[in-house]
């Protein structure tokens, strides 16, 4: 899992997921 | 366009340094003061460079920062099991992950389906996202909490013993986004606390 | 030989999954539905992009895409509704489908595909939608919940299709014979028309862009001199002037970014053979067809030029 710093109350969360033979990079962006 | 016999151009009149000369040429001295008073500046481009880390990090004690995860974990209604002795600073997790059921999309391809469409839910869905938290030092007085996605269990034991079906193909297509979204929940209950 | 070269895209197009259009490796950046929208405009711009996939995390499910359609909904409530100021600073993601039936506009219906199945597929899905932009969405083995693999735009389509097909050197027949674009009914403004009055003829029109003229004595009509797109409603919002009536279209325009690559323009003396080659290298969402004193007589759209190759 990487994160960012939270900043305005707004949280990032990324992971690295393998689709097939491509990988995507995931990001979700939350509120806190 | 630098290809061959083409007429293809871009619009000089369009470019932002152009078009800002154009609209204050066509002002009065007024105009233009309203224009300036209006903050109508180019929205600026520059991106600050997202910084990305793995996990989270702390400067607290080991001891503090495994406390703090097992009392968010235990806000979260989350389970885990009992450490053993070789592996005090790894968490394995168990979340009942309940939301709405999904529905099997008669037709996967209706993506956005309005709400009121009833959802008959499927059955047989792990409904226990396992994930395991570990401690790691970075060096002294500098640790990282990383978080990794376990994978799917049912709560009922019976249904466990049904084997996983396409394990070798289970991780090339599954969606991380409950993982991701237990994740910052878990992260905010952190930042709460602390 | 335009008949042979476009017959031999299509059986390229056929033969391409919407996964073969994919990067090896790339992003994608989805938003939780319980976002403000104002956060969720930051983080848009912040990442440069104009529209992403919606998550919705008590349901656990993808809730449609956010485009900049969204963001005039947003301004066309406001003034609607300008005693709801406040609403507009707290609105979340989720609400946009309820700022969509107080405005009285049918929801975005968002088609979307299977990775696998085949790019001609999604082409057809987009052109039907009248959608620029489609989600692939599969499901996770496990859990049977959707997953949104990525989302395919036709500029990246048309690019992927400019890159990988030879035969487009061969589509020589200018435009004028074509018949490809909109020559008729085109709704144009003033540099003077107040940016409202243009946010309302992207809805009520259901285009992505006004072309702007430029003003004449006699009121005859003016020449090409900008468009206002639909993704500068997004700086609009991020500068707070959308509550300013009175701002022309031509003030708003001054909030675009310095690295606005310009407004592309042909003649109908251009052929499609050019016309990709130049979305090779550059990324086009339209081209203005004027005549050499800088008339305007038509506009030519991706969707224009995927349903030529696609369909004829």
Request: proline share 5%.
């Amino acid at each position: 899992l990487a994160t960012t710093s939270i900043k305005h109350n707004t949280l990032a969360v990324a992971s690295i997921v393998r689709y097939k033979q491509k990988y995507s990079t995931q990001i979700l962006y939350a509120p806190l | 366009s630098n290809v061959a016999n083409s007429t293809i151009a871009i619009l000089p009149s369009s470019l932002p340094q152009l078009h800002r000369a154009y609209i204050m040429e066509h002002l009065t001295p007024e105009q233009q003061q309203v224009i300036q008073s209006k903050n109508l500046t180019p929205l600026s481009t520059k991106k600050s460079k997202t910084r990305w880390h793995f996990g989270i990090r702390s400067r607290s004690y080991p001891l503090d920062v495994m406390g703090e995860i097992y009392r968010a974990l235990q806000n979260l209604g989350a389970e885990w099991s009992k450490p053993s002795e070789e592996e005090l600073w790894t968490i394995r997790v168990r979340w009942k992950y309940s939301p709405a059921k999904p529905t099997v999309d008669a037709d996967l391809d209706d993506f956005h389906k309005p709400e009121e469409e009833e959802e008959e839910p499927v059955s047989n869905t792990p409904d226990m996202m396992k994930m395991q938290i570990q401690l790691f030092q970075l060096e002294p007085n500098n640790y990282l909490v990383d978080f990794k996605f376990g994978g799917w269990e049912f709560s009922n034991p019976e249904e466990n013993k049904a084997g996983v079906e396409g394990e070798d193909d289970e991780m090339s297509s599954f969606s991380a986004y409950p993982f991701l979204h237990m994740a910052t929940r878990l992260i905010m209950e952190l930042a709460v606390n602390s | 030989e335009q008949q042979a070269a476009l017959e031999s895209m299509r059986q390229f197009i056929k033969s391409k999954t919407s996964y073969d259009v994919l990067p090896v490796s790339y992003r994608l950046i989805v938003l939780d539905t319980s976002l403000l929208v104002k956060k969720s405009l930051n983080i848009l711009l912040q990442n440069n992009v104009v529209s992403a996939p919606l998550w919705n995390s008590t349901k656990s499910k993808f809730a449609g895409l956010l485009t900049s359609t969204d963001f005039i909904n947003v301004i066309q409530y406001y003034f609607q509704f300008p005693t709801k100021m406040d609403l507009v600073e707290s609105l979340t993601l989720d609400g946009l489908r309820d700022i969509e039936r107080a405005i009285g506009v049918a929801p975005m219906e968002t088609a979307s595909i299977h990775p696998f199945k085949s790019l001609y597929d999604a082409c057809l899905k987009m052109i039907s939608s009248k959608a620029r932009r489609i989600p692939l969405v599969d499901k996770d083995l496990k859990t049977q919940r959707e997953i949104v693999v990525s989302v395919l735009t036709q500029y990246r389509i048309l690019k992927f299709v400019s890159l990988n097909c030879k035969e487009i050197t061969r589509l020589n027949i200018p435009l004028k014979e074509l018949n490809i674009g909109t020559y008729e009914g085109l709704s144009t403004v003033s540099m003077s028309t107040p940016v409202m009055d243009v946010i309302h003829l992207l809805t009520s029109r259901n285009v992505s862009s006004v072309p702007i003229l430029s003003e004449t004595q006699d009121g005859s009509q003016g020449t090409l001199i900008n468009v206002y797109e639909g993704i500068d409603v997004l700086a609009l919002i991020k500068g707070g002037i959308y509550n300013d009536l009175s701002l022309s279209v031509g003030e708003a325009l001054l909030k675009r970014p310095e690295d606005f690559e310009g407004v592309f323009t042909c003649t109908l003396n251009d052929k499609l053979s050019t016309i990709l080659e130049i979305i090779k290298k550059n990324r086009v969402h339209r081209l203005f067809v004027v005549d050499d004193q800088g008339f305007l007589k038509g506009v030519v759209t991706l969707s224009d030029i995927l349903q030529y190759i696609l369909l004829g």
